[in-house]
């Protein structure tokens, strides 16, 4: 049997207007006991918690063969893995340096750090484009930009 493209039946949509009031509720009370570093911007291990955490909500609000409490339970598990990990990342240096990068220097006063750049993959136009960001046309001998670790660029003038 063909699924119908536009409309199967009423008792479809009551399923994901259910599931997905439950399924979100759950996920609110999760993540507010868990706390505001559950879906924080630190680094790409935190974003891709977040990407999961959707991609497992849309799962249960729309899969017909994933149970609301077998969903909720996985999105309970996965929220309690990222809460053990930042747990122990705070606590043991070991766990930090394996989830978290550190900042990087691209430009120090004005001078591109190419081996660094390199490294991160970050090109010029990258760079060119954060300087315009923050208002500049060009580098000048007192412009530093940091590659910090949730991915952004930061420009910084020497004092």
Request: proline share 3%; net charge negative; charged share 20%.
């Amino acid at each position: 049997m063909e699924n119908p493209l536009f409309f199967d039946d009423w008792a479809g949509i009551g399923r994901v207007l259910v599931t997905g009031i439950l399924a979100y509720a759950a996920l609110i009370v999760m993540l507010r006991t868990s706390g505001k570093r559950t879906l924080s911007k630190f680094n790409a291990f935190d974003f891709i918690i977040t990407i999961c955490l959707g991609s497992m909500l849309s799962s249960i609000i729309i899969t017909r063969s994933v149970p609301l409490v077998e969903g909720i339970v996985a999105l309970a598990l996965l929220i309690s893995l990222q809460f053990g990990i930042t747990w122990l990342s705070v606590r043991f240096k070991p766990v930090e340096n394996l989830i978290k990068s550190e900042p990087r220097l691209l430009v120090h006063r004005g001078v591109y750090q190419e081996a660094a750049m390199w490294r991160e993959r970050v090109p010029v136009e990258e760079i060119m484009a954060a300087l315009h960001e923050n208002g500049k046309t060009d580098l000048t001998a007192d412009t530093s930009v940091v590659l910090e670790t949730d991915g952004s660029l930061n420009v910084f003038e020497a004092a």
